[in-house]
């Protein structure tokens, strides 16, 4: 199947029970056994079926096949946000004395995350700031259990060339994880540039409507864990009867590797019980049916929005990769390589842009409460217009040098661009910058 019939019927025949043709919310916590045996048998993973919601759900489990198959993976563990979904992927592989490489170009909480939260649990990051993939190789000791980057960073937009990166990350054993959040499988897919496993924010474009939070962990199956000294892989699990999770899921099921999402769904989902609700999985499925057409349009809309923008006296930058005024020329290139192409064999890269406005925070502010159609929230990816000004939110936990380093400037305006008609969004911003 191609990603557009993917999106509709990915992981879904039909309802055996009903013959329902959508995906059923089963809103339950548990699951019958049979008798004792069957209870036994799916602890001991003899036996493949439903225990209880936090471990697994079965409309939950129509949303990982789709995502999973849109990313060309072997396995997907779906979790209650995106949030959850890096923590999980992080905690996965390094524990307390351990090291994880990541880039400062990453979504603010993901930054707090591993810049404070993890490391009073003993993980350290180094972060690196430059997009020269040699830094990345210059980062890495023996304590590394991982690199990780956003393959088009929010809110930045800065496009890394991480093929490279993903062949450094090969070359010394340890996975390199994508945050694919801002372009969906649908304009990027990870796995085609050496990606090894995939998290997600489906919060966001994935959704698509600003219903739902929700995250996804992929494994694309492209590690090989046991030429690595990532020990809750390759070592006895003592949390799971000993089992050797690189060996035992090594092409479980005839799907290829998938030893990382079990690792993920058997130990950190069943412990740490962030699990997505079935109500959650539904609304994130309704929203990936139309994914295909939302994103071509975001896109457009963001071009048109962005050269617009550009010739406005009262703007002093535009960031957009997608058309080359608003970008450098390296970075132009890498969204042609990086990303899928319009008919025009232009780059789509999301409704996702930056800009700035002269006058710095007070003329962001005044123009943010003046617009009339577009929103003002801390979100992205919904179909309606949203303007963000970072600095004063998502950002605001970060210092002066935090915010340098995350490429977050005080005038910095995130536009995330709905699927409106582009001519009544740029009206509203023009009739608001007046006001500036
Ligand atoms: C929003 C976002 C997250 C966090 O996702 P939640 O679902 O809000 O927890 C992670 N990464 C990126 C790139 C995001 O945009």
Redesign the pocket.
Known sequence: MKQETIALHGGYDFDKEANACAVPIYQTAAYLFRDAEHGANLFALKEEGNIYTRLGNPTTSVLEERVRMLEGGTACVAVA??????TYAIMALASSGDEIISSTN??G??YSLFSHTLKNYGITTRFVSSTDPREYKKSITEKTKCIFI?SL??PSLTILDYKEIAKIAEEAHIPLIV?N??PTPYLHKPKDYGAHIV?H????YMAGHGTT???AIVDLGTFDWKSSNIKSMTEPDMGYHGLVFADAFENYKDMGNSAFAYKVRLDLLRDMGGALSPMSAFLVLMGIETLHLRMPCHSNNAKKLASYLIKHPKISWVNYPGIKETTDENTYNLAKEYFKLDENSEPMVSGLLAFGIKGGRQSGAKFIDNVSIIRSLV???DAKSIATHPASTTHSQLTEEELKMSGVGEDLIRFSVGIENIDDIIEDIDNSLKKV
């Open positions: 946000t995106g949030q959850a979904a890096t990453v979504y909480g993901t956003e960073p929010n945050d959040t801002v998290v924010s489906l919060t966001k939070l929700a995250g979100n992205l990816g």
